[in-house]
């Protein structure tokens, strides 16, 4: 979902400082879709770091092939290993208040 929302949302949208944001913006908008649509009472975000799974890859080889990955330590968030999306500006995790 954070792949779709990334390039789903204009590479304009960004934060105050210029990092691209437009993957949380993206998953935070498909998220307030789901919820006004469907009310639910819980919300569950569940997050998979390893992005191609060699247990996936041993099932279907093809399995996100054709994405490249790119870690950089001043890239996006969405390819910085230790990232969240409460670390994007505006966000609060409060879990740690």
Known sequence: MWFRSFFGVPSSITA????????????????ATVITRERPS?????RDDDWRPQWRVDLIPSYKA????????DGP????RGSRPTDAPGRHDHRNA
Do not use: I
Request: charged share 30%; with cysteine; net charge positive.
């Open 16 to 31: 105050p400082d210029g990092r691209p944001v437009n993957a949380l913006r993206g998953f935070l908008d498909a998220v």
């Open 42 to 46: 819980r919300l569950v975000v569940c």
């Open 66 to 73: 054709h994405r490249v990955e790119e870690v950089q330590a």
């Open 77 to 80: 968030a969405r390819y910085r």
